[in-house]
């Protein structure tokens, strides 16, 4: 089990630390693990690596390295299922991640380690339920100046009192405005080899919701096409059985902000770009001349549009212009980037130039991987549609909000 | 610095004052000045600053009702209680109290601290105090109560089992209405008797009792109440039941089918688990849990953080390469992102490799050639291997030859030197594809080609083709003149040998060149070059056409190259299924929680600090130690019979002789040895002395390096051998014996009957870090026999070693 956890700043300083078993864990661990990390030139190592005397798993949030330990065998996703949970409450909780949020809040962030884990067993993670425990700091300095000497701080004693029926929600929730939204988020992966042609076409669909509704609200949220989904998971909310009869979600929320449902969608046909790269090399120059437009119609504009050109080691310099957007160059990273933002209607964006090459090369000996990047509001590129949410056993009616968006994940153009 | 340190002291001097002052101080506002002073304290703590010179001082201030000080309270005696166990003492008394508050938070966190201090003297009161938050009426402490019987068992087992928590702890876990109670009941038991059970009987059958039906059947019938850890505990207990009927497993699995379906991944992990223990022996609903399980790893692989989907990977990757035909439709999830770390990569181009079959291996052989134009070299290099280990694998191969000859012609020169090694392996599988092959590799320059291995290829390929390839004597030919600049005694090995071959093949072109090779390679420093020298040497003595018999007789096609991946060695690791040892794809490494060892504390005493500190391998838990390594003797007795390495100083296969027989001297040979003198001389070496061993009497291993070596030699040599310790109590008497014989010990274990030892022990005059010879000893003092396991580094001195180790072990008497 976890013996303990090191949250370490982007430079391997230990921020902070917390032993939850009698045998501490030296911080000289920290150093071992930062060494491994230098060693491989600043690439993350892998999420579990094993130590000379402790196993090690980590992960890394918006700069700040969450490192377990442990000198026993685990499963090993339940460590760092456990690490995403403490990363995600802290930064819930503290509203943001980073070293000096984290120094100017550790006495809570020591309380929450506390409750989040015991004798090295994940114990209560569920946000909700950490707010009873725990108050967020906004309300400590509010308790802290009304402090009077007498009462224990509001939280401590009615949330123990009554425990919940549902272990994600408290039975007390109350929220003067009622409201609930739901975000259709889908990421696309394709690949496209140097002839334009689809190698691989893939999307993942996540619905984010934020909860604030009063109560113990029961809601149900249908679909109009379930048939593209191919591999769903849940939020322990969601009860499966009403999904497998009737392909509807019914559940009763957390309070704030959690991960709905996600999915996997199947046969993926229409990328909305295409990217046509040419490149000819000779005599120590390529030539670069790059296209990009739509691939029919998404229904909604395409924003945000975005090429990385990452050049190989050969390449020295770059000449490059565009058509429509800005072509920057970073010489440290050999990484061209080409902003193009969205396609106008009467030009079709085109990058073209040359690259110069390492002297006593000739021709570019590796191909470059081009990424795309771009976003369509408004529209979930699978077509998944909700139909209608319904809500039951509470009195008001509250405001419900639906937006979907799809974004590039990893849209990558050979050459 | 100094004047920075010496800046702390006056703060932290001060900070004492002002705690001084405000104790017992009811002024109002003194509870804002205690946070703001507390806070202090603690900040100090975090970043590494020692202020145990506070603690009778915040012991002092502790009587508070702000929650958030009693907090603070807690973490900073948690943190100093073991290096002030008399300060401690005073905690207790405001912890009691606070286990009586009214409050039930307070009750809870205090007695949390209170189970935390480990500190010997407090078993009793820590005992009372369990015992009341057992019963308490909330839920929240009976939780913190439930886990501070886990505690207490590691600070004081006989406490622990004396006062009888474990009979109060099974009757929670099928009464508590609290769900999370339960489960911290069940995390503690389970603990607890895995550790008890070499102790007692009853913590045996108390553990039979937990896995039994009921108890499995009224946890999983409630398994939604539980909070997606809890699942996993539940499901790992699970995965331990055996039910008694088919039907049983059916309905385990309907009960847990939709724990498929949870967004947390663990809890997914935990379930595929259960679902591929319940069904290992029944084959084809196993093959029907592959079918369901498979979307929900695609998707947890596709969708969460790259930490996660490594994981999930990993796990997958085990699942791919024990059936990889189940997978062959879903080739294109292994597929690589460009953003994708190495190591994930890598792992995905093995699958790759693994799912290929005929209906895919067009598409899969185009993507891995994409990779091998990578910028990453480690990935080009993997991707040209995955082509041919595809190519070797599969019958139709014609798009893959091409495939590959394309390499070539890339001309980088590791990517031309991966594949010239692929190219020999092809060939010599399917020689109906020589003339193709042959026709291109002609054409690689030579001097382009710097690895040993391709080198060694190459100049094979050469010397078996040569009637293909018009230039090949003069290539050979520079090969020879450069010899001595050649480094890998494996590619001047490959070099006779294609000197010879062609020498039957072209004689007038090639005479001179043989010649040359066999004078060259009779001088070589090499032994194996050397005798390889001498023994065509002989041969040609012997006649050109019995040389040519022996050397180059007709060839049949090889069918099959041997499985680099050991079956067994994947199966073992399948039964690990969720564990860490999925990830490093190794089996579990016996890592050892020191609180845990006391059974097995090595006393310093054993160990002089001149000689080597006695490495504290980590022992803690006997049996995994022991568990761990008889495995993985089954599985290398297998391949090592007696005969093999047993017999090693009479015929030294080449790899193991390295550098312990000292190199021919010169003088022995004629120094215008060539062709001219084929006939007529007569060059004889005397045979090697036998090897004498010396041991080292300070060898140096530090025990990761033995449990790697452990794991990577094979035995080499078991046997038993009596050993009279009829009245061994400890392992003691026995290292510090072996010691004066040069053998160390590495870790042991074990309790009378029967003693565990890891030795090992260095050859004397071998370079540093190698000659080391480990040991496996078990000794049973009633039978008074000791079983003995060698593996040894150089197979030369095996024999002479274990004899060493049995005159050590016949000469101590206790």
Known sequence: MIQCLFLLSDAGDVILEKQWMGKRVERSICSWFWRQRSEKEDQDPPSVIASPTHYLLHIVREGVTFLACTASEMPPLLGIEFLCKVASVLENYLGGLNEDILKDNFVIVYEILDEMMDSGFPSTTEPSVLKEIIAPPNLVSRVLSVVTGTSSSLNAASPLATSSQVSWRASNVKHSNNEIYFDLVEEMDAVFNRDGFVVKCEAYGEIQATSRLSGMPELSLTFANTDILHDVNFHPCVRYRAWEADQMLSFIPPDGAFKLMSYRVKGLKNPPLFVRPQLSSGEGICRVNVLVGLRGDPGKPVDAIIVQLPWPPSVVSTNLSASVGTVTYSFSTKVSTWIIGRIPKDKSPCLSGTLQLEPGINRLEEFPTFLVGFKIQGTAVSGLKVDKMDIRNVEYRPYKGFRAVTRAASYEIRT | ?814
């Open chain 2, 1 to 814: 610095m100094n004047a920075d340190s010496g800046h702390r002291k006056g703060e932290i001097a001060e900070l004492k004052s002002q705690l001084r002052q405000l104790a017992g101080s009811r002024a109002p506002g003194v509870e804002e000045v205690k946070r703001e002073l507390y806070k202090k304290v603690i900040s100090y703590m975090t970043i590494g600053i020692d202020v145990s010179s506070l603690f009778s001082e915040m012991v002092m201030c502790s009587a508070t009702s702000d929650l958030v000080v009693k907090k603070m309270c807690y973490l900073y005696v948690g943190n100093y209680a073991k290096v002030h166990p008399d300060l401690a003492l005073l905690t207790i008394n405001f912890l009691q109290r606070d286990c009586q508050d009214d409050d039930p938070m307070i009750r809870g966190l205090a007695l949390r601290s209170l189970c935390s201090l480990r500190v010997m003297n407090f078993v009793e009161y820590l005992v009372g105090s369990l015992r009341k938050g057992l019963k308490d009426n909330n839920g929240y402490v009976r939780q913190v109560a439930a886990m501070g019987v886990l505690k207490l068992y590691h600070i004081a087992p006989t406490a622990c089992i004396e006062n009888d928590f474990v009979a109060t702890l099974k009757s929670m876990l099928s009464q508590d209405p609290d769900a999370q109670v339960v489960a911290n009941c069940l995390c503690a038991l389970e603990e607890i008797l895995v550790l008890e059970r070499t102790n007692s009987d009853r913590a045996n059958k108390d553990r039979e009792m937990l896995h039994s039906k009921q108890i499995v059947f009224s946890l999983l019938n409630r398994i939604k109440d539980f909070s997606e850890w809890a699942q996993c505990l539940v499901l790992d207990m699970v995965s331990k039941y055996i039910p008694v009927d088919p039907n049983e497993t059916f309905d385990i699995m309907n009960l847990l089918e939709d724990r498929l379906q949870h967004s947390n991944s663990a809890v997914v992990l935990a379930t595929i688990k259960v679902f591929l223990q319940l069904t290992i022996s029944m084959a084809d609903v196993h093959q029907q849990v592959y079918e369901r399980i498979k979307a929900p790893l695609l998707t947890l692989i596709s969708s969460g953080s790259p930490e996660l989907s490594y994981a999930v990977l990993s796990h997958l990757h085990l699942l791919v390469m024990r059936a990889p035909i189940l997978f062959s439709s879903d080739y294109k999830h292994f597929y690589c992102r460009y953003s994708d770390p190495s190591y994930v990569k890598k792992l995905k181009i093995e699958m790759l490799t693994a799912v290929a079959s005929e209906s895919n291996m067009y598409e899969i052989v185009t993507e891995l050639s994409e990779y091998a134009a990578n910028v990453d070299v480690g990935i080009t290099r993997e991707a040209i291997r995955a082509v041919g280990k595809i190519a070797l694998n599969l019958c139709d191969v014609n798009a893959i030859v091409d495939r590959l000859l394309q390499f070539l012609e890339m001309e980088r020169d590791y990517v031309t030197a991966e594949t010239l090694v692929l190219v020999k392996d092809l060939v010599r599988k399917y020689p109906e594809w020589s003339h193709d092959c042959i026709a291109v590799v002609g054409n690689v320059s030579s001097k382009s080609i710097q690895e040993p291995k391709a080198k060694a290829a190459l100049i094979w390929m050469l010397g078996e083709y040569s009637h293909d390839m018009l230039d090949a004597p003069y290539v050979l030919e520079s090969f020879v003149d450069n010899w001595l600049e050649e480094d890998s005694p494996e590619v001047r090995l490959e070099l006779l040998t294609a000197a010879a071959k062609i020498f039957f093949k072209r004689p007038p072109e090639s005479q001179k060149l043989l010649g040359a090779a066999l004078a060259a390679a009779v001088d070589d420093p090499d032994q194996d070059v050397h005798d390889k020298g001498l023994f065509y040497y002989r041969l040609l003595q012997q006649g050109v056409q019995t040389a040519e018999s022996i050397v180059n007789p007709p060839k049949k096609a090889v069918s099959d190259f041997a499985d680099i991946q050991n079956s067994e060695m994947r199966d073992r690791i399948f039964d690990e299924f969720n564990s860490l040892s999925v990830i490093y794809r190794e089996p579990s490494y016996m890592f050892l929680d020191k609180e845990h060892r006391k059974l097995y504390e090595f006393s310093d005493e054993a160990a002089p600090t001149d000689v080597l500190p006695t490495q504290k391998l980590d022992a803690n838990d006997n049996d995994l130690l022991l568990g761990a390594f008889d495995k993985e003797e089954s599985q290398s007795g297998v391949s090592n019979g007696d005969d093999g390495p047993l017999s090693a100083p009479r015929s030294p296969s080449p790899t193991l002789l390295g550098d312990s027989v000292p190199p021919v001297s010169a003088s022995n040979i004629p120094a215008a040895f060539g062709i001219d003198d084929l006939l007529g001389l007569n060059i004889s070496t005397p045979p090697p002395p036998p090897p004498s061993l010396v041991l080292s009497s300070k060898p140096v291993l530090d025990s990761g390096t033995f449990q790697k070596k452990w794991s990577q030699l094979p035995v080499a040599l078991s046997f038993e051998h009596p050993i009279s310790a009829q009245s061994l109590k400890t392992t003691q008497p026995l290292l510090r014996h072996m010691q004066e014989k040069s053998v160390q010990c590495m870790a042991s274990g074990g309790q009378s009957p029967t003693f565990k030892f890891f030795f090992f022990a260095q050859k004397a005059d071998g370079m540093p870090g190698t000659g080391f010879f480990l040991v496996e000893c078990l000794v049973h003092t009633s039978a008074g026999k000791a079983s003995v396991k060698v593996k040894s580094e150089d197979s030369t001195f095996t024999a002479a070693f274990s004899d060493l180790f049995k005159s050590a072990l016949s000469s101590f008497i206790i």
